[in-house]
């Protein structure tokens, strides 16, 4: 995923800001992957993440264009082949490593994973055929130094998203140690992971719907917030539930459920419930300068965060799985808080040129 934010440039995130310039977003898609996936490929080989350059490469340019494709039919509403597209490579890997358990012979998983992209991908240009961009949109493209603009932008803040998502258990397990790294992420597993399939189910929907409704969502927001913000409650709740259930069936190997990361994994699903609302509105309205500074309040809140955590990790008695969790909460409630008032900063001045 972080190799295909690398070789796109947030060009794939434009597509469905602008699908008015898909064929020429797809123009300029097809000739960077190569080049920018072989550099990629070489630094995957270099680090030891796979064999040699050229699998990396098959690697980065394959997951840069099942984003692409992933994109493209997204900012259509083409909805079964964007996650087909997204999604179909996955499949074919399972099937495979499977197949190859069942018979109980030994694979390079590096293999599988490139040959199953490209299956992926031939699958989506055969989808891309049958909806080629002059088909979809009359086509009256931006210029390529404004799409890149907003491209780069995205992918700034793509990267931060990775590394917020990301990052805690990297920050748990070399700190904390194994332990706590597998307390931390046992918890995750139960009670945090399971709200990204409605979170991303509605990020996945949002951007397109906002582009083509945006009085609308304005309206909702406006006149449905406490509601808004109870449902997103509603399910953070039910995450618990469901979690304490089916931890209490399986019986994991920490113990029982910590009541502490159960309440602090709450709070993080609620923001994350509520942050693709803004997220997909800014992604379709939001300027360079919008843009910037989200960039700019999001590397603060960051540094905020990251100097709490060296601050109090010195402090006896803090447990660091309780600290990263709590300021991992904070993160994304202050992510989702600026997120939501630069859709105001926005929507105020939209108002104001009409």
């Given at each position: 995923?972080?190799?295909?934010?690398?070789?796109?440039?947030?060009?794939?995130?434009?597509?469905?800001?602008?699908?008015?310039?898909?064929?020429?977003?797809?123009?300029?898609?097809?000739v960077?992957?190569?080049?920018?996936?072989?550099?990629?490929?070489?630094?995957f080989?270099?680090?030891?993440?796979?064999?040699?350059?050229?699998?990396?490469?098959?690697?980065?340019?394959?997951?840069?264009?099942?984003l692409?494709?992933?994109?493209y039919?997204?900012?259509?509403?083409?909805?079964?082949?964007?996650?087909?597209?997204?999604?179909?490579?996955k499949?074919?890997?399972l099937?495979?490593?499977?197949?190859?358990?069942?018979?109980?012979?030994?694979?390079?998983?590096?293999?599988?994973?490139?040959?199953?992209?490209?299956?992926?991908?031939?699958?989506?240009?055969?989808?891309?055929?049958?909806?080629?961009?002059?088909?979809?949109?009359?086509?009256?493209?931006?210029?390529?130094?404004?799409l890149?603009q907003?491209?780069?932008?995205?992918?700034?803040?793509?990267?931060?998203?990775?590394?917020?998502?990301?990052?805690?258990?990297?920050?748990?397990?070399?700190?904390?140690?194994?332990?706590?790294?597998?307390?931390?992420?046992?918890?995750?597993?139960?009670?945090?992971?399971?709200?990204?399939?409605?979170?991303g189910?509605?990020?996945?929907?949002?951007?397109?719907?906002?582009?083509?409704?945006?009085?609308?969502?304005?309206?909702?927001?406006?006149?449905?917030?406490?509601?808004?913000?109870?449902?997103?409650?509603?399910?953070?709740?039910?995450?618990?539930?469901?979690?304490?259930?089916?931890?209490?069936?399986?019986g994991?190997?920490?113990?029982?459920?910590?009541?502490?990361?159960?309440?602090?994994?709450?709070?993080?699903?609620?923001?994350?419930?509520?942050?693709?609302?803004?997220?997909?509105?800014?992604?379709?309205?939001?300027?360079?300068g919008?843009?910037?500074?989200?960039?700019?309040?999001?590397?603060?809140?960051?540094?905020?965060?990251?100097?709490?955590?060296?601050?109090?990790?010195?402090?006896?008695?803090?447990?660091?799985?309780y600290?990263?969790?709590?300021?991992?909460?904070?993160?994304?409630?202050?992510?989702?808080?600026?997120?939501?008032?630069?859709?105001?900063?926005?929507?105020?001045?939209?108002?104001?040129?009409?």
């Amino acid at each position: 995923g972080i190799a295909g934010i690398f070789c796109l440039v947030g060009l794939d995130q434009v597509l469905v800001r602008s699908p008015q310039s898909s064929k020429k977003i797809l123009k300029a898609i097809f000739v960077q992957v190569p080049i920018l996936a072989v550099i990629i490929g070489w630094g995957f080989s270099y680090f030891g993440f796979v064999k040699n350059w050229f699998l990396g490469g098959v690697i980065a340019a394959g997951s840069a264009m099942t984003l692409v494709f992933f994109q493209y039919f997204r900012s259509f509403s083409l909805n079964l082949k964007s996650q087909l597209s997204q999604q179909g490579w996955k499949i074919f890997a399972l099937l495979t490593v499977l197949l190859f358990l069942a018979l109980d012979f030994q694979i390079e998983l590096g293999a599988v994973v490139a040959v199953s992209i490209w299956l992926s991908i031939l699958l989506c240009l055969f989808f891309y055929i049958k909806s080629l961009p002059e088909n979809m949109m009359a086509q009256n493209a931006e210029s390529l130094s404004d799409l890149y603009q907003i491209g780069i932008r995205f992918m700034v803040t793509s990267l931060m998203l990775a590394l917020t998502v990301y990052a805690e258990q990297l920050v748990v397990n070399h700190y904390g140690g194994h332990q706590n790294g597998a307390l931390y992420f046992t918890h995750a597993t139960y009670f945090l992971f399971p709200a990204s399939i409605l979170n991303g189910y509605l990020a996945f929907l949002i951007g397109p719907w906002v582009r083509d409704n945006h009085d609308r969502f304005l309206g909702i927001l406006k006149k449905r917030w406490p509601l808004i913000v109870a449902f997103s409650a509603f399910f953070a709740l039910f995450v618990f539930s469901a979690g304490s259930f089916f931890w209490s069936v399986i019986g994991p190997s920490v113990g029982v459920p910590d009541t502490i990361l159960q309440i602090v994994f709450m709070v993080s699903v609620v923001a994350r419930t509520l942050y693709p609302l803004p997220g997909g509105y800014l992604g379709v309205f939001g300027m360079p300068g919008d843009h910037n500074i989200l960039i700019v309040g999001q590397l603060v809140i960051f540094a905020t965060v990251l100097a709490l955590f060296f601050f109090f990790k010195e402090v006896e008695g803090v447990l660091i799985v309780y600290l990263v969790s709590i300021l991992s909460a904070l993160n994304w409630v202050m992510r989702t808080a600026l997120s939501f008032s630069m859709v105001s900063v926005i929507a105020r001045r939209k108002n104001a040129k009409s």
